[in-house]
């Protein structure tokens, strides 16, 4: 599949992500509202985190020729969301709490800043 497209149905993935996981993450826990947008937030993160692992490297070194230090945050995102599926299912809040938020900030706030280095898009888009 071409890389802009890939892109492209990232970027439509994982920018809702930002705003959805910020406010379940800051709203009262399970309400109704939650729970819905929790289910929105993990299917949204999951298909981004899928789509990026058929995106090549574009910055830095390359394992097989495609996997960048980056693509370490979609095999993050892969683990984390079953394993704070299965943490809620059980009534462990504790640990769903913990991988909820290390998935955000892994996930969304810091993979989201290395988008924002240079020979990026993002960095050509802001940056020009």
Same mark, same amino acid.
């Given at each position: 599949?071409?890389? $802009?497209?890939?892109?492209?149905?990232?970027?439509?993935?994982?920018?809702?992500?930002?705003?959805?996981?910020?406010?379940?993450? !800051?709203?009262? @826990? #399970?309400?109704?509202?939650?729970?819905?947008? /929790?289910?929105?937030?993990?299917?949204?993160?999951?298909?981004?985190?899928?789509?990026? &692992?058929?995106?090549?490297?574009?910055? +830095?070194?390359? &394992?097989?020729?495609?996997?960048?230090?980056?693509?370490?945050? !979609?095999?993050?995102?892969?683990?984390?969301?079953?394993? *704070?599926?299965?943490?809620?299912?059980?009534?462990?809040? @504790? *640990?769903?709490?913990?991988?909820?938020? =290390?998935?955000?900030? /892994?996930?969304?706030?810091?993979? +989201? /800043?290395?988008?924002?280095?240079? #020979?990026?898009? =993002?960095? $050509?888009?802001?940056? /020009?």
């Amino acid at each position: 599949m071409n890389y $802009e497209y890939l892109m492209y149905a990232h970027l439509v993935t994982v920018v809702p992500c930002i705003f959805i996981g910020a406010y379940v993450l !800051s709203a009262r @826990k #399970g309400t109704l509202i939650h729970r819905k947008l /929790g289910k929105v937030y993990i299917i949204l993160i999951l298909f981004t985190a899928i789509v990026t &692992l058929f995106m090549p490297a574009a910055v +830095g070194a390359r &394992l097989l020729n495609h996997f960048g230090w980056i693509h370490l945050f !979609s095999f993050l995102t892969l683990w984390t969301v079953p394993t *704070a599926y299965t943490a809620i299912r059980k009534g462990n809040l @504790k *640990a769903h709490k913990r991988k909820m938020i =290390l998935l955000y900030f /892994g996930a969304i706030v810091i993979a +989201g /800043g290395f988008t924002l280095a240079p #020979g990026r898009y =993002l960095h $050509e888009l802001f940056f /020009g």
